[in-house]
């Protein structure tokens, strides 16, 4: 029955259980997701999703795209994995006249400078915690971190660009060491229990496509894996669940058709 609460909130992004209370089985179905979840999740582009719980939104890696419609009095955390410029954009600093509570935490590899105060930078491998959250990062495969985020009860991981980028045309030798580095890096998540993972599944890797997303899902214990990083090809999805290789997490797989999506977990 989810779709049609998927329906009515794209429709009605503002959408409250006594706007539509002439329609009690829609109602039903929105209390009822309401009491087992909690947590809004926007795929935005590419690698940006935004996640929303009770009073706080999270964005990762905008670059572009349309921002959810939400209260001004939401606390708002803007990450960015890294400056490539699919996945990040210097237009999040304007974000501070329209949500006065927010705050930046970006890669140190980011030569931008945000608002004065409310930006902070981190490198790989570190572990800060930021008012109620503690943020942990890892170093990726290609430039700046991964973010593994623990809010309340939640735990959300963001790869940015932490893949294992395993190209046909690379020498063996190159792709060992992205192999080893790979695994290395993951290892260190072995087991972790996480509510929702953001992971590159790219499909410029041809036949490795899924080789880093597959990795990790076999070795943390992620609840749902949301694909990032499609270049638009959202195919890629169908080619993955179609796969034997997804057998063991295609129910925790979170099929991406569009931008503007919105999941309820
Ligand atoms: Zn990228």
Redesign the pocket.
Same mark, same amino acid.
């Given at each position: 029955m989810r779709w049609r609460l998927y329906e009515v909130r794209d429709r009605f992004p503002n959408v409250c259980e006594s706007d539509i209370s002439d329609y009690t089985d829609i109602k039903s179905d929105i209390m009822n997701i309401r009491r087992e979840s909690g947590v809004k999740i926007t795929f935005l582009e590419h690698?940006g999703y935004v996640i929303e719980e009770r009073d706080k939104a999270m964005i990762f890696d905008f670059y572009k795209g349309t921002l959810p419609a939400f209260s001004n009095r939401m606390k708002v955390y803007v990450f960015a994995s890294h400056a @490539?410029g =699919? @996945?990040f954009n210097k237009r999040i600093f304007e974000w501070e006249g329209q949500y006065p509570d927010i705050h930046y935490i970006l890669s140190d590899d980011i030569k931008d400078r945000g608002p004065e105060g409310k930006c902070t930078y981190i490198g790989p491998r570190r572990l800060i915690q930021l008012d109620e959250m503690e943020i942990q990062t890892l170093r990726s495969t =290609?430039e700046g971190v991964a973010y593994l985020v623990k809010l309340w009860d939640k735990k959300i991981y963001h790869g940015g =660009?932490l893949n294992w980028w395993h190209w046909e045309e690379e020498s063996k030798a190159y792709n060992e060491m992205m192999r080893r580095k790979y695994q290395h890096e993951i290892g260190k998540l072995e087991g972790e229990p996480i509510d929702a993972a953001f992971l590159p599944l790219d499909p410029r890797q041809e036949e490795q496509y899924a080789w880093g997303l597959d990795y990790f899902m076999r070795h943390t214990q992620t609840r749902h894996a949301f694909p990032m @990083?499609m270049w638009g090809q959202y195919d890629i999805c169908s080619k993955l669940l179609a796969s034997p290789v997804s057998g063991p997490y295609r129910d925790r797989f979170m099929r991406v058709d569009a931008p503007g999506q919105v999941f309820l977990i």
């Open positions: 690698s @490539h =699919d @996945h =290609d =660009d @990083h």
